[in-house]
């Protein structure tokens, strides 16, 4: 028998959206890690460390976006915040 998304309980498919977006969102955090290190914060100045700063508060907050009430339960659908462009930002 073949299940469909219309098949799945809501809230079954709200809680493997919210854990694969924790997920994807975890790796994102991980990745960026090295944007905080004291030594590229002090090469990049006040203006990189503001954009490193805003990129990961918008990733740790990303799962408050999608209330059980959403109707985003699709990964691809998520906006996700723009990773800063270590190229785009002078040394000081």
Same mark, same amino acid.
């Given at each position: ?5 219309? $098949?799945?309980?809501? $809230?079954?498919?709200? +809680? %493997?959206?919210?854990?694969? =977006?924790?997920?994807?969102? $975890? *790796? ?6 090295? =944007?905080?290190?004291? $030594? ?21 907050? =990303? ?14 659908? *998520? ?5 800063? %462009? *270590? +190229?785009?930002?002078? %040394?000081?």
């Amino acid at each position: 028998e073949t299940v469909t998304v219309l $098949d799945i309980p809501p $809230d079954v498919l709200y +809680n %493997n959206f919210m854990e694969s =977006l924790r997920t994807e969102r $975890d *790796i994102r955090l991980k990745d960026s890690d090295f =944007l905080c290190l004291n $030594d590229l914060l002090d090469i990049k100045g006040p203006t990189w460390k503001q954009a490193v700063y805003e990129y990961r508060q918008a990733l740790r907050t =990303l799962p408050e976006i999608y209330p059980k009430s959403s109707t985003v339960y699709y990964m691809f659908m *998520i906006q996700w915040p723009v990773k800063p %462009n *270590i +190229n785009d930002y002078p %040394n000081v």
